[in-house]
């Protein structure tokens, strides 16, 4: 069975600042990853996903991510946070079946401080 | 607006009636999904069609859902006799075909049963 985990309910930081949220996978075979943001009475935005290759994904709005297979992880980066970032963030894997389904994690919510 | 179309917004019901709402997917994508989500959780998949058909079912969708998406267009997902436990934000989200490519998510329909 595919999962992720997003360890930190809330994350909050200083404008300005680097970000990062955090996510933990667990697949059997490759995972492929994916983020999406969620603003108020808006529906999910993909910003970025990693499916193979380079390790470090760029993705929308200057985020990126780091795919480490021996933590299993994907956390997701900002150098520098906006408070415009200040969102609902989801991390998923896709299943293996032939829908390519997506399962999510809980959510992170971010809070950039001006 | 060339994303994906979710109407209504908001559904108000009474326990025990019938809703049906809509989504119109990113007009080239043949994949169309539905998931739900309830507060505090991550999007939950609920089923898939791709073109007409409609391949997949999670063991989420109870005898009283019901989806449909004739003609490979727009799908109308249907929830008789409803229940308090309905209650929440159903998610449709469209992608091209491929194994990899990313879903595009509508706003959503937000259902309260009262």
Redesign the interface.
Known sequence: AQSVAQPEDQVNVAEGNPLTVKCTYSVSGNPYLFWYVQYPNRGLQFLLKYITGDNLVKGSYGFEAEFNKSQTSFHLKKPSALVSDSALYFCAVRGMGGANNLFFGTGTRLTVIP | DTG?SQNPRHKITKRGQNVTFRCDPISEHN?L?WYRQTL??????LT?FQNEAQ??KSRLLSDRFSAERPKGSFSTLEIQRTEQGDSAMY?C?S?SRG??????????TRLTVV
């Open positions: 994906v994949r999904y505090g959780q991550g999007p939950e998949f898939y391949l997949e998610l989200a992608s194994m990899n490519t990313e879903a595009f998510f509508g706003q959503g």
